[in-house]
């Protein structure tokens, strides 16, 4: 199969996408503003340069955390089968990439990989069609061992609250629901209209009604 070109664009990816079997969410600190914008230069360079890396990769995006530190990767994949294929592969340019970002960014710190399979989501029921979210939160609830049941039954509670709430009057497009592989925790990916949005819907929250729109970070589409 002939490689396919690797190209940046403005558009983001569908959570919700049905060939997606798999999706993979991780974070790097970089320390500040400026090595946060060199790491997304550094990340785009070293992925423009190298042909797609496997036709199973659906999507690679990457965001810039609204702290001015922290770098977003969110991958999707047609399932497993595709991804451990990549992975075996010798050519898959992995770490010829990652060996550029680091000796163009020394010091980066990997924060954590999430590999998920979505299991649900929560929407406002108006559609993606013209509207970009500003700005997308993740929220991660670890359980104390593999617990299946218990991953399902948290983002049904969360899904539930959110429809008892007029969370879309308060700028949340949409919020999906990740349960990680291992068992272990659940990984929430919440699309908002902005930052400004989320930060509205925290104050006017208020107390614990506030816990379902708090997340760890803000990220905003890169640029790079």
């Given at each position: ?33 400026d ?16 042909p ?11 965001y ?78 670890d359980?104390d ?19 008892s ?14 349960v990680?592989?291992d068992g272990?925790r659940?990984?929430t ?13 925290l ?22």
């Amino acid at each position: 199969m002939p490689a396919t070109t690797t190209l940046s664009t403005g558009t983001l990816p569908d959570p919700a996408r049905a060939d997606g079997g798999l999706t993979f969410i991780s974070t790097w600190s970089t320390g500040s503003p400026d090595r946060q914008r060199a790491t997304l230069e550094a990340i785009a360079k070293a992925w423009e340069s190298r042909p797609w890396p496997h036709e199973g990769l659906l999507s690679y995006t990457v965001y810039a955390g609204s702290d001015g530190s922290t770098v977003l990767h969110h991958s999707q994949w047609r399932d497993e089968e595709a991804y451990q294929d990549f992975f075996a592969s010798t050519g898959n340019g992995r770490d010829a990439r990652n060996a550029e970002i680091d000796a163009a960014v020394p010091g980066i710190e990997r924060l954590g990989l999430n590999k998920t399979r979505r299991y649900r989501s929560w929407t406002d029921g108006r559609g993606r069609e013209g509207r970009e979210p500003g700005v997308v939160v993740i929220a991660r609830v670890d359980f104390d061992g593999p617990d299946p049941d218990g991953q399902r039954a948290w983002s049904d509670r969360a899904a539930e609250a959110l429809d008892s709430d007029p969370a879309g009057d308060l700028g949340l497009y949409a919020a999906h629901f990740h349960v990680s592989t291992d068992g272990r925790r659940v990984v929430t990916y919440a699309e908002w209209e902005s930052e400004r949005a989320h930060v509205d819907a925290l104050a006017s929250a208020g107390g614990g009604a506030g816990d379902r729109y708090r997340f760890a970070y803000g990220f905003v589409p890169s640029k790079a």
